[in-house]
């Protein structure tokens, strides 16, 4: 693509002015880092991460195994999460959010994760989906009324997936007829995260079937509409205090002044904000795969077996440190792609290669952290088998392993168009 | 000093050395001061170590963070503006670059403005209450504080120091160890925690206060009020400034690990357990 080797010769350019001055310093004696590693953080993100770290400890970590029994989020932690500036990140102090970045939301996500990843997905969705797309597409009045309530005490969800299309989104059936200033909508949807305590849903349906994937149209619809019906929740192996429910629309009365965007761009909306989204899940992945890591190693340390720590055998240091060596690798595609998002520079490819990396490694962690906990880890008394069916999720939401893979192959095949 | 009823503003001394709880109350794994030889006791999970020159413990590469009973004394602070007792609350905070961080959560919690009294190298690592206590004297002359709260005790020290001698250098009266404090007019009421139970005391204003763990719950930093925290003020100041000399007076000698434990002894019948015993001085 010419956009990734225009930023290519950019940066290559860049480093090579850098590298000049760099040698016009050295003779001069100045020691300066040309560019900073991936791990370094501002002082605003630093403090938020350790602010959410420690809240997730202490108002969240008590929670967990029994929401994950229930299959219930526990309605104090959402509004914990809204107390706490969690769920408006990005949105602007002035419609009462917190007002910080991209990256943010992203260490947020992780952290979360690490102690919770149904209630990390809650946050995610909230921030990378809902919050994006009202931000950058609303209109004045759409933002006054949604983004306070948004930042403030009211769950979003996003609504595509229908039970016929998954991969193949665009082949959505629901519709969406027009009369007068109203459309009438009629369909139904599936997977829909967070449909338990959502206030507001984005649903996307067709406006103009007749011009295919064209007419996909985004609408803003409250939870109180007359004809929305919100489903019993899937009874899934994991990530299960996400409430993940059927939607079904009975002649389900939208005004058109509920349209983010223009009629008919849907799809574009939904796929620009699912190239973010992905770092998202990246990020969830990430932390679930460290939190399941930094459970498992402590008992390595403790356990004593033929005399020694279960630590000190060959075996378990090669595997540990291998598990490690992926997850610094998945953390730093993730930040990566973070900080090209922010840096306004080509980010889908890295994205999905995030995505993708994250997820698996979060499967592989898992799994061997319930081999290095032996018994105990396949039990329910330690939380190690919860990070388990938790991470299989993530080669599957969000645009599936497979999916991503051919995006990657797409834009390699274009990259070399030349 | 003339004061109005309404207290102007109140100060609170964060202590940030070397504590490695991760703000989490802790309430028996830091160093400990007991004729000049410091018992170090160790955490399951954070390994304080004793340097080679045995001067002290490692702190290089140590996260630190805010004391906890600090992070109570802020939160009381906050409180009293949020009732409009107090006009203004200043968090001061003395030591290297690094407090700054220290310094910013309280404004995150809710803190109008930070003073940073920087003391850094072999001045801070011999920063002892003394001296600290002095350049809080000093500070409170020049803002003309009306309350100054402060935690109980730093817990990598345990020292428990700071708040008395602050108030005799200001010769302002004092309520240590409080478990609850209420502002009525211009006199502080104030409970303490004491070892036959609580002690309820009157003092007058200007006074200094110490906070006990159960004065309150002090509330997290929220990620609105972390970015609101980055427009308010940190003013730099050095003791020198103050008229402060930051020398100590006092030495260490040694930094020992506590002895290791030694194994224990079994015996077959009581006559053996009181023999033993009585061998051993202990009966």
Same mark, same amino acid.
């Given at each position: 693509?010419?956009?990734?080797?225009?930023?290519?010769?950019?940066?290559?350019?860049?480093?090579?002015?850098?590298?000049?001055?760099?040698? @016009?310093?050295?003779?001069?004696?100045?020691?300066?880092?040309?560019?900073?590693?991936?791990?370094?953080? %501002?002082?605003?993100? %630093?403090?938020?991460?350790?602010?959410?770290?420690?809240?997730?400890?202490?108002?969240?970590?008590?929670?967990?195994?029994?929401?994950?029994?229930?299959?219930?989020?526990?309605?104090?932690?959402?509004?914990?999460?809204?107390?706490?500036?969690?769920?408006?990140?990005?949105?602007?102090?002035?419609?009462?959010? &917190?007002?910080?970045?991209?990256?943010?939301?992203?260490?947020?996500?992780?952290?979360?994760?690490?102690?919770?990843?149904?209630?990390?997905?809650?946050?995610?969705?909230?921030?990378?989906?809902?919050?994006?797309?009202?931000?950058?597409?609303?209109?004045?009045?759409?933002?006054?009324?949604?983004?306070?309530?948004?930042?403030?005490?009211?769950?979003?969800?996003?609504?595509? %997936?229908?039970?016929?299309?998954?991969?193949?989104?665009?082949?959505?059936?629901?519709?969406?007829?027009?009369?007068?200033?109203?459309?009438?909508?009629?369909?139904?949807?599936?997977?829909?995260?967070?449909?338990?305590?959502?206030?507001?849903?984005?649903?996307?349906?067709?406006?103009?079937?007749?011009?295919?994937?064209?007419?996909?149209?985004?609408?803003?619809?409250?939870?109180? &509409?007359?004809?929305?019906?919100?489903?019993?929740?899937?009874?899934?192996?994991?990530?299960?205090?996400? %409430?993940?429910?059927?939607? &079904?629309?009975?002649?389900?009365?939208?005004?058109?002044?509920?349209?983010?965007?223009?009629?008919?761009?849907?799809?574009?909306?939904?796929?620009?904000?699912?190239?973010?989204?992905?770092?998202?899940?990246?990020?969830?992945?990430?932390?679930? @795969?460290?939190?399941?890591?930094?459970?498992?190693?402590?008992?390595?340390?403790?356990?004593?077996?033929?005399?020694?720590?279960?630590?000190?055998?060959?075996?378990?240091?090669?595997?540990?440190?291998?598990?490690?060596?992926?997850?610094?690798?998945?953390?730093?595609?993730?930040?990566?792609?973070?900080?090209?998002?922010?840096?306004?520079?080509?980010?889908?490819?890295?994205?999905?290669?995030?995505?993708?990396?994250?997820?698996?490694?979060?499967?592989? &962690?898992?799994?061997?952290?319930?081999?290095?906990?032996?018994?105990?880890?396949? =039990?329910?008394?330690?939380?190690?088998?919860?990070?388990?069916?938790?991470?299989?999720?993530? =080669?599957?939401?969000?645009?599936?392993?497979?999916?991503?893979?051919?995006?990657?192959?797409?834009?390699?095949?274009?990259?070399?168009?030349? | 000093?003339?004061?109005?009823?309404?207290?102007?503003?109140?100060?609170?001394?964060?202590?940030?050395?070397?504590?490695?709880?991760?703000?989490?109350?802790?309430?028996?794994?830091?160093?400990?001061? #007991?004729?000049? !030889?410091?018992?170090?006791?160790?955490? !399951?999970?954070?390994?304080?170590?004793?340097?080679?020159?045995?001067?002290?413990?490692?702190?290089?590469? +140590?996260?630190?963070?805010?004391?906890?009973?600090?992070?109570?004394?802020?939160?009381?602070?906050?409180?009293?503006?949020?009732?409009?007792?107090?006009?203004?609350?200043?968090?001061?905070?003395?030591?290297?670059?690094?407090?700054?961080?220290?310094?910013?959560?309280?404004?995150?919690?809710?803190?109008?403005?930070?003073?940073?009294?920087?003391?850094?190298?072999?001045?801070?690592?011999?920063?002892?209450?003394?001296?600290?206590?002095?350049?809080?004297?000093?500070?409170?002359?020049?803002?003309?504080?009306?309350?100054?709260?402060?935690?109980?005790?730093?817990?990598?020290?345990?020292?428990?120091?700071?708040?008395?001698?602050?108030?005799?250098?200001?010769?302002?009266?004092?309520? !240590?160890?409080?478990?609850?404090? #209420?502002?009525?007019?211009?006199?502080?009421?104030?409970?303490?925690?004491?070892?036959?139970?609580?002690?309820?005391?009157?003092?007058?204003?200007?006074? +200094?206060? #110490?906070?006990?763990?159960?004065?309150? !719950?002090?509330?997290?930093?929220?990620?609105?009020?972390?970015?609101?925290?980055?427009?308010?003020?940190?003013?730099?100041?050095?003791?020198?400034?103050?008229?402060?000399?930051?020398?100590?007076?006092?030495?260490?000698?040694?930094?020992?690990?506590?002895?290791?434990?030694?194994?224990?002894?079994?015996?077959?019948?009581?006559?053996?357990? +009181?023999?033993?015993?009585?061998?051993?001085?202990?009966?």
């Amino acid at each position: 693509m010419s956009d990734v080797c225009g930023s290519l010769s950019r940066s290559r350019a860049a480093v090579r002015r850098l590298c000049s001055r760099a040698a @016009a310093e050295a003779h001069h004696d100045v020691i300066r880092p040309a560019f900073p590693p991936l791990q370094s953080f %501002s002082e605003e993100e %630093s403090m938020m991460r350790d602010a959410v770290k420690k809240f997730a400890q202490e108002r969240i970590a008590p929670f967990v195994s029994k929401m994950d029994e229930d299959s219930v989020m526990d309605a104090d932690v959402i509004s914990a999460l809204f107390e706490q500036g969690l769920m408006g990140i990005e949105i602007g102090a002035e419609y009462g959010g &917190t007002g910080s970045s991209f990256f943010s939301s992203i260490l947020v996500i992780e952290e979360l994760a690490k102690v919770d990843p149904s209630v990390s997905v809650l946050c995610d969705i909230q921030n990378t989906l809902i919050n994006t797309l009202l931000m950058n597409l609303g209109t004045e009045e759409q933002k006054q009324l949604y983004l306070p309530r948004l930042a403030s005490d009211t769950v979003g969800s996003f609504c595509l %997936s229908e039970s016929e299309s998954g991969s193949d989104a665009f082949s959505l059936k629901t519709k969406a007829e027009k009369h007068k200033d109203y459309y009438s909508i009629n369909g139904s949807k599936m997977w829909i995260s967070n449909a338990e305590h959502a206030g507001v849903f984005l649903v996307m349906a067709n406006a103009e079937p007749a011009a295919g994937y064209r007419g996909i149209t985004c609408f803003i619809v409250d939870r109180d &509409t007359d004809g929305l019906h919100i489903g019993r929740k899937e009874n899934k192996l994991g990530l299960r205090a996400s %409430s993940t429910c059927p939607l &079904t629309f009975d002649s389900m009365k939208v005004h058109e002044k509920n349209i983010l965007g223009k009629v008919g761009h849907g799809y574009k909306y939904a796929i620009g904000m699912l190239n973010g989204g992905r770092i998202g899940i990246a990020a969830q992945m990430l932390g679930l @795969a460290q939190g399941c890591f930094d459970h498992t190693v402590p008992y390595t340390r403790q356990r004593m077996q033929f005399g020694k720590r279960i630590f000190d055998f060959q075996g378990m240091q090669h595997q540990i440190a291998h598990v490690a060596t992926q997850l610094e690798a998945a953390r730093l595609l993730t930040y990566n792609a973070a900080r090209l998002k922010e840096a306004g520079r080509s980010f889908i490819k890295e994205a999905c290669m995030a995505k993708y990396f994250s997820a698996e490694v979060a499967a592989l &962690t898992a799994s061997k952290c319930i081999e290095w906990m032996g018994g105990v880890g396949f =039990t329910k008394d330690y939380p190690i088998e919860k990070y388990y069916r938790d991470c299989k999720i993530g =080669t599957i939401y969000e645009g599936t392993t497979n999916i991503q893979l051919s995006t990657m192959a797409k834009m390699i095949d274009q990259e070399y168009d030349g | 000093m003339h004061r109005s009823s309404e207290v102007k503003h109140v100060a609170s001394y964060l202590n940030t050395r070397g504590c490695e709880c991760f703000g989490q109350p802790c309430e028996s794994h830091c160093p400990v001061l #007991t004729d000049r !030889t410091i018992h170090v006791q160790l955490k !399951t999970f954070i390994k304080i170590r004793v340097k080679p020159d045995r001067t002290g413990v490692v702190t290089d590469g +140590v996260k630190h963070s805010m004391n906890p009973f600090c992070e109570i004394a802020v939160e009381e602070a906050i409180k009293l503006k949020e009732k409009k007792l107090v006009k203004e609350v200043v968090a001061v905070s003395c030591g290297p670059q690094q407090v700054q961080e220290t310094i910013r959560t309280a404004l995150a919690m809710g803190a109008d403005r930070g003073i940073h009294v920087e003391v850094s190298g072999k001045d801070y690592e011999t920063l002892g209450p003394l001296q600290v206590s002095k350049i809080f004297a000093a500070l409170a002359k020049k803002e003309q504080a009306d309350l100054i709260i402060l935690g109980k005790q730093a817990i990598d020290d345990d020292c428990n120091q700071t708040g008395q001698m602050t108030a005799a250098l200001l010769d302002w009266p004092q309520g !240590t160890f409080a478990s609850e404090m #209420t502002l009525e007019a211009d006199k502080l009421k104030v409970v303490r925690e004491v070892d036959g139970g609580l002690e309820t005391i009157k003092i007058k204003l200007p006074a +200094v206060v #110490t906070a006990d763990l159960r004065l309150n !719950t002090p509330r997290y930093a929220t990620l609105p009020n972390i970015m609101k925290a980055k427009k308010k003020k940190i003013a730099n100041v050095k003791p020198a400034d103050l008229g402060v000399d930051v020398c100590s007076r006092l030495e260490v000698l040694k930094v020992d690990e506590p002895p290791q434990r030694q194994a224990g002894v079994k015996v077959e019948t009581v006559d053996d357990l +009181v023999g033993k015993l009585k061998e051993a001085g202990r009966v």
